[in-house]
C-alpha cells in the first residue's frame, strides 16, 4: 500500500468521506495514521446513584431507566432538554440535555441508558449535565478498555476514523525505519508499525507511553537536526555600528516609573553588544507582565538614533495594532526619533505599497507588524535589528527571513513569555543567548487564584457579574472550540450561548476560537480590547493574543486538562494594569494528581517556578488528554512532559553532525529522507 496516496484509495472513502476528513487536514493514507489521538479515555465501573453521592465521584456512569419522556424548554437561544431516570434502587437522577432536542425520540420512557457525565448534588439529589449515551450491552463491552478519542468534525464519528485506522494498519507490511540501528538500539524503541498500532489501539498504558516516547524522541531529534543544519549556513557578521546615543537615557528620565533591576541589566546587556559591533541573538526571557516591551522599545531607540532601521514583529494583528499605538503615544509624549508604521495583511494593496516606498527610502524608520512584514516586497533601506514577540509562533525560517532583510547580519531579539525553564531554553533557542527578567513592575497586584469544582459555578458567575457591572471585563477559557469532538469537555460555540442564562440581558457576551475566520478573530479581539464585549468565552487562542488591562477575572473550565505552562500564559492575559485580578480554575475531575499540579497556581504567579514544579511533577505517562504546553507547536512531543527526551535528542543530534555532519552515511540516509520531508512539508510547524 503506497501511503502518499489519497485516502479515496481505501474502502468506504467516497468523495463525501474525504471532503470531511479534508477539514481535519487528512488528504492521504499517511497523513490519516498520523492523525493521532487527542486523549484515551477509560470507562468507570457503573454504579448507583446513591453510591455516586456517597464516593463524591464527578462523572459516574450510572444505569438507569427513563422514567418520563423529556420536553424540551426554551431559555433564550437555548434548547435544554430536562428527564428523569431511575437505577436499580429507585433513586432519581436529574438529566439535562443542551440544544439536543431530537433525543426527545429516542430517550423514551421506560428504555434504559449507562448515563456517563458530570454531575452536581443539589439539596440531596443528584443532577447530571450532557452525559453521554451508551447501550448496556455496549457500555460492557468497552468496558477495561483504552479507548482512543480523535479531532473529528461534523458527519466523521471517533468510530469511523478508527475503522479507517484499523483498515489502513491491517494492510500495510513493516513501515521503513527512520531512526539509524545504534538509536533504535540504544533506547529500545519499537518498530514504525507496532508504535502507530499501540498509539491508535492501545491494550495498556505502559506500551502506549513506549511508542508516544518514540515518536516524541523522533520529533525532537528532527526538529534539532533542521535547526542546527539551517545555523551553520548562517552568517552572523554584523555590517551596523552603534555608537551610544542620548536618547534612551532621556527617555528612561521622563518615564513615569523605574525599570525593574532586571530590566535595567537586560538592557545594559543588549546595548552593550550593538556597541561593541557584536551581532546580537538573544533571547528575551521573561514571565508575563515582566516589562519586555519597555526594553525592546530602548534598543529600538538606540538602533534608529544611530540612523538604522528597527522591525518588530508580533504573532497577531490586534497584538500588532497596541504595539504599534503604544509606540505611536510614546513618540508623541516623550519626543522621540521613531517614525513608525504599522504593516498587517487586512490593508489594502494600495496601502501597502505606499508603505513599502517609505520603508525602501527610510522615510520610516520602525516597521511593527505580523507575518506581512516578512513578504518579498518588503525591502528595507538599512535594517539594523529584529525583535519578535512570542517567537515560537513564527519558527527559525521566518526569523531568519527577517533578519536576512538586513545589509548583513541584523540584531536579533526574541522575546518570549513561555516560562521554560533556562536549560530547556539553551537546547530549544540554539545558539542564542538567553537573558531572563525574573522580576514584577511595583505597582502590578498579585492575580488572586482559586481552584473549584463544579458546585462553585453558580458563585463564580455571580462575581464575575459583579465585575461586569463594575465595569470590567471577563475571560472564560473552554478546552474545545465547536461540539461534536470531545463532548466531555466545555465548547465556547454552546458555552456562550449556555451562560447567557446566568448574565443579565445587558452583558455582551461573544466567542472566538482558531478555526475563525482571521478577519473574525482580529474584529472580535478589537471589539474585546475596546470596551465593546463584556465577557469573552474563547479557546487558547488568546494566549498571546490580546492585552487588554481592563480583564478583571480569568475562569478556565476543564482546568485539569491544561498543561500548567498553557494554564499560567492564559492567566496572564488578567492582571494587566493596577487593578486587582482574580483567576479561576474550574475542575470537573477530582484526581490526586491533577489537584496537585492544579494547586501550584494556586499557590504562585511565578512562572519560572511553576514551570520548573510541572517538570517534576509530570512523567512519561502524564499523557492522559492533558493539552500541549503551548510553548512550541510539536505534534507530538511536549518540552515539559518530555525534558528527559529532549535533553537526550540534543545530545544525539550533536554527535550525529560531529561525525556526519551531511548526514550522507548509510545509516543516516532514511534520517535525512524524513528531515527532507517534514521540511517541505511543514510537519515541523516550528520550523
Do not use: W
Not at 406 to 417: D, E, Q, R
Not at 613 to 636: E, N, V
Amino acid at each position: 500500500m503506497d501511503l502518499t496516496k489519497s485516502i479515496m484509495e481505501l474502502k468506504g472513502i467516497g468523495e463525501k468521506n474525504a471532503a470531511l476528513f479534508h477539514k481535519l487536514n487528512i488528504e492521504t493514507i499517511e497523513d490519516l495514521l498520523y492523525h493521532f489521538p487527542k486523549s484515551y479515555e477509560s470507562l468507570p465501573p457503573v454504579i448507583s446513584v446513591q453510591e455516586a453521592k456517597e464516593q463524591q465521584i464527578s462523572d459516574p456512569a450510572i444505569l438507569a431507566t427513563v422514567k418520563t419522556t423529556p420536553v424540551p424548554v426554551h431559555v433564550r437561544n437555548l434548547s435544554i432538554l430536562k428527564l428523569q431516570a431511575e437505577d436499580a434502587q429507585g433513586a432519581l437522577l436529574h438529566i439535562s440535555f443542551f440544544n439536543m432536542p431530537y433525543l426527545k425520540n429516542t430517550l423514551k420512557a421506560g428504555t434504559q441508558y449507562v448515563f456517563h457525565g458530570a454531575v452536581q448534588e443539589k439539596g440531596g439529589s443528584l443532577f447530571m449535565s450532557h452525559p453521554k449515551l451508551y447501550q448496556p450491552a455496549e457500555y460492557q463491552k468497552l468496558q477495561g478498555k483504552l479507548l482512543s478519542v480523535y479531532a473529528k468534525t461534523k458527519g466523521l464519528t471517533n468510530q469511523a476514523i478508527s475503522k479507517y485506522v484499523r483498515q489502513v494498519l491491517e494492510k500495510i507490511p513493516d513501515l521503513p525505519e527512520t531512526l539509524p540501528p545504534d538509536l533504535l538500539e540504544k533506547y529500545q524503541f519499537c518498530s514504525v508499525k507496532e508504535a502507530l498500532n499501540t498509539i491508535h489501539f492501545p491494550s495498556d498504558t505502559e506500551s502506549l507511553a513506549n511508542a508516544r516516547k518514540r515518536f516524541s524522541y523522533e520529533e525532537f531529534l528532527l526538529f534539532l537536526l533542521s535547526m542546527k543544519l539551517q545555523q551553520a549556513g548562517i552568517e552572523h557578521k554584523n555590517a551596523c555600528p552603534m555608537i551610544d546615543t542620548a536618547d534612551p537615557g532621556r527617555l528612561l528620565e521622563q518615564l513615569p516609573y523605574e525599570l525593574t533591576a532586571s530590566q535595567k541589566e537586560a538592557y545594559t546587556i543588549l546595548k552593550g553588544e550593538m556597541l561593541q559591533g557584536t551581532c546580537i541573538n538573544r533571547l528575551l526571557q521573561g514571565d508575563v507582565g515582566s516589562g519586555k516591551t519597555i526594553v525592546a522599545v530602548l534598543t529600538m531607540l538606540l538602533c534608529v538614533s544611530n540612523g538604522y532601521q528597527a522591525a518588530m514583529m508580533a504573532p497577531t494583528e490586534v497584538l500588532a495594532v497596541q504595539h504599534y499605538e503604544m509606540l505611536c503615544n510614546m513618540t508623541k509624549q516623550y519626543g522621540l526619533a521613531f517614525r513608525p508604521t504599522l504593516l498587517v495583511g487586512s490593508q489594502t494593496a494600495k496601502q501597502k505599497r505606499e508603505i513599502y516606498e517609505k520603508i525602501a527610502d527610510g522615510s520610516l524608520n520602525v516597521v511593527i507588524g505580523t507575518h506581512a512584514v516578512i513578504q518579498d516586497k518588503v525591502m528595507f533601506k538599512n535594517l539594523a535589528l529584529v525583535i519578535t514577540d512570542e517567537q515560537h509562533r513564527f519558527g527559525v525560517r521566518q526569523r531568519e527571513t527577517l533578519s536576512g532583510k538586513g545589509k548583513g547580519a541584523a540584531h536579533t531579539i526574541v522575546m518570549s513569555a513561555t516560562p521554560i525553564p533556562r536549560s530547556l531554553a539553551i537546547i530549544l533557542y540554539g545558539d542564542m543567548e538567553v537573558t531572563q527578567l525574573r522580576e514584577l513592575p511595583a505597582k502590578r497586584l498579585p492575580i488572586k487564584n482559586c481552584v473549584v469544582n463544579q458546585s462553585y459555578r453558580q458563585t463564580a458567575y455571580r462575581f464575575m457579574q459583579k465585575e461586569v457591572d463594575a465595569g470590567h471585563q471577563v475571560y472564560i477559557i473552554c478546552p474545545m472550540a465547536e461540539p461534536g469532538v470531545m463532548d466531555e469537555l466545555e465548547n465556547v460555540v454552546d458555552y456562550s450561548k449556555t451562560i447567557q442564562a446566568f448574565f443579565s440581558p445587558q452583558t455582551r457576551i461573544a466567542y472566538l476560537h482558531g478555526k475563525m475566520r482571521p478577519k473574525l478573530k482580529n474584529e472580535i479581539m478589537t471589539r474585546f480590547a475596546a470596551g465593546e464585549i463584556d465577557v469573552l468565552v474563547s479557546t487558547t487562542v488568546i494566549e498571546v493574543g490580546i492585552n487588554v488591562p481592563n480583564a478583571t477575572v480569568m475562569m478556565v473550565e476543564n482546568a485539569e486538562r491544561f498543561g500548567l505552562a498553557t494554564l499560567h500564559q492564559i492567566r496572564g492575559r488578567v492582571g494587566r494594569s493596577d487593578l486587582q485580578s482574580y483567576c479561576i480554575f474550574m475542575e470537573s475531575a477530582e484526581k490526586k494528581k491533577q489537584n496537585e499540579r492544579l494547586a501550584i497556581l494556586n499557590r504562585s504567579n511565578d512562572g519560572f517556578e511553576i514551570a520548573n514544579a510541572d517538570l517534576k511533577l509530570r512523567g512519561p505517562g502524564d499523557f492522559m488528554g492533558i493539552q500541549q504546553s503551548g510553548a512550541f507547536a510539536f505534534r507530538f512531543a511536549d518540552v515539559y512532559q518530555d525534558s528527559a527526551l529532549l535533553m537526550d535528542a540534543a545530545a544525539d543530534a550533536a554527535k550525529i553532525l560531529k561525525s556526519n555532519s551531511l548526514l550522507l552515511s548509510d545509516s543516516h540516509l532514511p534520517l535525512k529522507r524524513k528531515l527532507e520531508s517534514y521540511q517541505t512539508h511543514g510537519y515541523l510547524h516550528v520550523l
